[in-house]
């Protein structure tokens, strides 16, 4: 497998970030987490004057062979349907992206259909949609293997041109299964609860998920949890094309925009093959899929917006967009106490 080089943050320019924060026209920590936010892309670049350029969102898209066995109220044509809709610019993502100047790119990860050469469609399919890991693992780990560097190879392009603030989202049929299991396996949270209702599975349905779900974590018992291990048994390309994609973006010093529930569960893998992968994330949003604030708890992440939002595609990433560019606009254009001539003096 590929090595992803990630350099821990060199905190020691964090005090004359804070110093510039602090200075600003406006009470101690009065902008709340816009000041986090300043710090942190401050760390990331290494300087007291941020810059956002080129801002994607990549969207990952494959199909799961779990999806046959009935953990989603909707079928698995819906993952190429969606990615018409993607390529039309239809969909939420391409929404949200177009309103806050994001470029998006859409990726075949592994979807069941052959798609045509199209210009914004990035080919990199893996296979034709995952085995069901209800009877057999859902992909080899050569496979694993080369979704990982294909999404990293893509990331490493888009860095060359120019981008450094990276989303990532995911399309894919019964992903919320995969993302729980994984959740369950690598956060070690009990699997009950990282199951939700995904697309909008009624109480019986979630009922059968459950089952379901419980039943194929037995079938592969013993089970190896390593990061590749659970990704290979039971994740989907597109998830593991965005865990390789998230490693490169952090290796590139890019900033990762953390999406949704399999956004998160992505990002879980990759953090648990380089941790110092989430000096590089911002947690755009806590997701309404039960489960999701858990997993966020587990890697100490405060998202930045709840929403209500389920929706994936990288919506929540690019929602919180303007706010990031807010936190870097702030600290680089208000005006401090000094060049405003604003007395900082708390009276006693
Ligand atoms: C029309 C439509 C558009 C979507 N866009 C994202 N998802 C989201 O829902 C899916 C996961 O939920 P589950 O595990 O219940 O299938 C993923 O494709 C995810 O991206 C969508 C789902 C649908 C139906
Ligand atoms: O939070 C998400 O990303 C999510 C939740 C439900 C369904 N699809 C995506």
């Known amino acids: 497998m590929a090595t992803f080089n990630i350099t821990p943050i060199n905190k020691d320019i964090t005090a004359a970030l804070q110093h510039k924060i602090d200075n600003k026209t406006k009470p101690l920590g009065a902008l709340g987490l816009l000041e986090n936010i300043a710090l942190q892309i401050g760390c990331i670049q290494q300087t ?29 044509e819906v993952t190429y349907q969606m990615v018409f809709n993607f390529l039309q610019g239809g969909a939420g993502i391409n929404v949200f992206t177009r309103q806050n100047g994001m470029q998006i790119r859409v990726v075949d990860a592994g979807v069941n259909f052959d798609f045509n050469q199209h210009p914004g469609l990035i080919h990199a399919k893996v296979g034709m949609g995952t085995k069901s890991y209800l009877h057999e693992p859902a992909m080899t780990q050569v496979q694993c293997a080369e979704a ?12 060359q041109e120019g981008c450094n603030v990276i989303g990532f989202g995911e399309m894919g049929i019964s992903n919320t299964s995969a993302a729980a299991i994984i959740m369950s396996l690598l956060g070690d949270i009990p699997l009950e609860q990282c199951i939700g209702r995904g697309t909008g599975l009624d109480d019986e349905g979630l009922t059968k998920k459950k089952a379901i779900l419980a039943e194929a974590i037995a079938r592969h018992k013993p089970i190896d949890k390593t990061p590749i291990n659970v990704l290979s048994t039971f994740g989907g390309f597109e998830i593991a094309m965005m865990c390789g994609a ?27 093959i380089n941790e110092h992968i989430l000096d590089y994330c911002i947690f755009t949003h806590q997701s309404n899929e039960r489960g999701h604030h858990l997993m966020l708890s587990h890697l100490k992440a405060v998202p930045l917006l709840h929403l209500g939002m389920r929706l994936g595609e990288g919506t929540g990433a690019a929602v919180a967009y303007p706010i990031i560019l807010s936190a870097v606009t702030f600290l680089n254009e208000m005006a401090s106490f000094e060049s405003a001539g604003v007395s900082n003096k708390v009276e006693a």
């Open 148 to 159: 990982m560097e294909k999404g990293a190879a893509i990331v490493r392009e888009i860095h």
């Open 246 to 272: 998230m490693l490169q973006a952090a290796a590139s010093g890019m900033i990762i925009l953390v999406d949704g529930f399999i956004s998160t569960a992505a990002l879980l893998t990759a953090s648990k």
């Open 48 to 76: 007291l004057t941020p810059v956002l350029r080129q801002p994607n969102i990549v969207v990952f898209a494959g199909d799961h062979g779990i999806a046959k066995e009935g953990v989603s109220p909707f079928p698995q």
